[in-house]
């Protein structure tokens, strides 16, 4: 009956006839070609992408994704053509009266499928068209209205119908698979080269130190950094991280184990360090890439740059290859000369015996370094450690000669080495000498620049910043002394620069210290002496010394301490004495110990008080001319200055003594305690002028003890 109905619905529907014209439907030699033409497009794209399958760093990924959608879009156009030619095939069929019987008993089971409203009016809701569609369905194999199948059985009859196009669609889902994959360790294996090249060339930047004071800088190690990971990254992969620490100062001057810490935290293979001056009022820096494994410097560079931070970014700019080059390259330490095995053992001996401070250990100190310039007399090394030695017995009050025999082994040194940090830091020790404190500090600097700043050298360049007038800024410097030492060492610097400041609290805690970890030596003892004489307290300071003379009579300190602590309380029989005694080992001497008084000069000034007039008269003159010499070559030496105004205010020589003592004032003379204890000065104590210079001392010294931090208790600190 379903089969009858249909027939007659499908007879009696003018709207869908069986029949066709040419212009309704393509005619099959087109629709064949469009066919071949498809097949061949999908070929060749399987070509293309079986080669990027084997060349996938050839290809870029955007190439993939056009293939897939030229695939798409040519497998629409080949079904297209083959539903164009099984649309004919159907039509042909139509036309040819096929069996209707299983679309009959599809019929039959849609409508009893139907739902309840549909059975309860006893309705097949089958119109011709769509009985014309299902006919055609079914003869094209789809699943029918009446009778749906599922999912999978309609793509398993799509592969049936499209064997070529599903063969190919499932070559191309492999080949899209394969390609991702291929793809994907591709990728990995280069971001792991990419990084490996990027660890390999790994720099940590840190604080630049300030030279000048004695600070971190940074600002600069931040511009040092940027400019490193611009301009680097342009040439390969790296990596450039900035030191982050609380304390900017100490960051700035590692210890060789923090180094290697730092190192290993920021897991880098490289550590950047460096330092700025000004040298004629522009910048200089010095930069040093440092192995951690083995800090020693491979790369150190000195220029002079202007104000602008803007060139140091340029010099870093056009040298960026060679900064990437020494990163990345295993470092090593500097090739040096091979050393002579009999000079270095003369001078490690030497070395130990300058430690022990002894006149006599000095002089043999002397010695071992002039054999060692004698096994290699191309050192400069040797050269180095001869002139520090002859300028440290110069100090303790050796032959006047031995200060020109110094300057010449300095010289020598520079001369055959003029990167040699040790042989500038020698020159610096007789500049310093010389009372050329200018000069020496930039020899100073320069050999920091060279070789990093240690133990010593922060020591040393403390040393001529205090004698500048400067003790809050050599704290800061003996603060980097003391991180960078290994074994505790001597604190009594420490202890002088608080006591000019007027912070004996303080000043006696690190005299103590010193007496306890250097109980060999008379620094200890001899400060806390001298900060009780500053205090007027001369009973205790004589108490003091009385309990050490015997133990400390082979250093000179012993007698010179005794004969100041007489001249100050005003003893002047006992002072005369024992400056008589020192004058006769060293007529020049004195001048350079606490209260710069020469020995000549308290002689003199004592011969006046003895009325020998005439005596004390030449020998003050004899003084004075010596001290003008001096000054004559070094101008604006504070030390020398307050030594001349202090021998002509005991001559009377009032106005040229005001003046020096003003002079000496303005260059950096601050010990004012010591000024009001002089006797020398006894005479200009009335004079407005003469109050008026002491004054401003006073004032100086408030105002860099206003300037130094105090920690919570409110206590000044060392910066």
């Not at 087109?30 to 290809?59: D, N, T, Y």
């Not at 440290?392 to 006047?400: A, C, H, I, Q």
Request: proline share 5%; hydrophobic share 45%; aromatic share 8%.
């Amino acid at each position: 009956m379903a089969q009858q109905s249909g027939l007659s619905t499908l007879s009696a529907t003018p709207n869908r006839s069986l029949s066709t014209t040419d212009h309704e439907m393509p005619a099959p030699k087109l629709m064949r070609r469009l066919f071949w033409l498809a097949q061949g497009l999908l070929f060749a794209g399987g070509v293309g992408g079986a080669i990027f399958v084997s060349r996938p760093q050839e290809w870029h990924p955007l190439v993939l994704i056009v293939l897939l959608l030229l695939v798409g879009l040519l497998a629409l156009l080949e079904t297209y053509a083959a539903g164009g030619l099984r649309g004919v095939h159907v039509r042909q069929l139509a036309l040819g009266q096929p069996d209707f019987r299983e679309l009959a008993e599809a019929a039959e089971d849609a409508r009893q499928e139907r739902p309840a409203r549909d059975r309860r009016h006893h309705v097949i809701r089958i119109t011709p068209s769509e009985l014309f569609d299902d006919l055609e369905r079914w003869l094209g194999g789809h699943s029918i209205l009446a009778r749906p199948v599922s999912v999978p059985v309609q793509f398993w009859r799509w592969t049936r119908r499209n064997p070529t196009l599903a063969a190919f669609s499932a070559a191309c889902l492999l080949l899209t698979w394969l390609s991702w994959a291929n793809f994907s360790q591709n990728h990995q294996f280069q971001a792991a080269r990419r990084s490996d090249v990027a660890a390999q060339h790994s720099v940590m930047v840190l604080p630049f130190l300030d030279l000048d004071n004695a600070v971190a800088n940074d600002e600069i190690a931040r511009e040092v950094a940027t400019a490193l990971r611009s301009d680097m990254s342009k040439i390969g992969p790296c990596r450039v991280v900035q030191n982050e620490s609380s304390d900017l100062t100490l960051a700035a001057v590692p210890r060789v184990e923090e180094v290697a810490a730092a190192a290993r935290q920021a897991k880098v293979r490289t550590v950047l360090k460096g330092t700025k001056r000004l040298v004629n009022g522009e910048p200089v820096y010095a930069i040093q890439l440092v192995d951690p494994a083995q800090p020693s410097a491979v790369f150190s560079n000195s220029m002079i740059v202007s104000a602008d931070a803007r060139t140091l970014y340029d010099f870093i700019q056009r040298n960026a290859p060679q900064f990437y080059n020494l990163i990345g390259a295993n470092l090593t330490p500097v090739p040096t000369r091979p050393r002579n095995r009999t000079a270095s053992d003369f001078m490690a001996a030497g070395r130990t015996l300058m430690d022990r401070r002894t006149t006599t250990d000095c002089d043999r100190a002397i010695e071992c370094f002039e054999k060692a310039v004698a096994a290699d007399p191309s050192s400069a090394e040797a050269y180095a450690c001869l002139a520090i030695a002859r300028t440290g017995r110069s100090f303790l009050g050796g032959k006047p000669e031995l200060a020109q025999l110094a300057e010449a082994s300095a010289q020598k040194a520079v001369a055959l080495d003029p990167q040699s940090a040790l042989a500038h830091r020698a020159l610096s020790f007789v500049l310093e000498q010389k009372g050329d404190l200018v000069n020496a500090r930039e020899e100073a600097l320069r050999a920091i620049g060279l070789n990093g700043i240690d133990e010593r050298s922060a020591g040393h360049v403390a040393s001529f910043t205090k004698m500048l007038g400067r003790p809050d800024l050599a704290l800061r410097w003996l603060r980097i002394m003391k991180h960078l030492q290994v074994q505790p060492g001597n604190e009594s610097v420490i202890g002088d620069c608080l006591a000019d400041l007027c912070e004996d609290e303080r000043a006696e805690e690190a005299y103590r210290q010193t007496l306890e970890l250097h109980p060999d030596l008379p620094d200890g003892w001899a400060g806390l002496c001298r900060l009780r004489m500053l205090k007027r307290d001369f009973a205790g300071a004589a108490e003091l010394w009385s309990k050490n003379e015997k133990n400390f009579s082979h250093f000179d300190f012993t007698p010179q301490m005794a004969a100041q602590l007489h001249f100050f309380s005003r003893n002047f029989a006992e002072a005369k004495r024992i400056y008589a005694e020192l004058a006769l080992k060293d007529s020049r001497g004195g001048g350079k110990f606490y209260g710069a008084i020469s020995y000549q000069s308290a002689l003199g000034f004592l011969e006046l008080k003895t009325e020998r007039k005439e005596a004390g008269q030449n020998i003050l003159n004899l003084a004075l001319q010596h001290e003008l010499d001096q000054l004559a070559t070094s101008p604006r030496h504070p030390e020398i200055l307050y030594r001349t105004a202090a021998i002509e205010a005991a001559l009377a020589l009032k106005n040229s003594a005001l003046v020096h003592l003003r002079a000496a004032a303005i260059e950096g003379w601050i010990d004012f305690r010591s000024l009001e204890l002089d006797p020398r000065f006894d005479g200009l104590r009335g004079d407005a002028a003469f109050k008026e210079i002491s004054e401003s001392m006073m004032t100086r010294v408030a105002s860099l003890r206003r300037s130094m931090p105090t920690d919570s208790s409110g206590k000044r600190k060392v910066q």
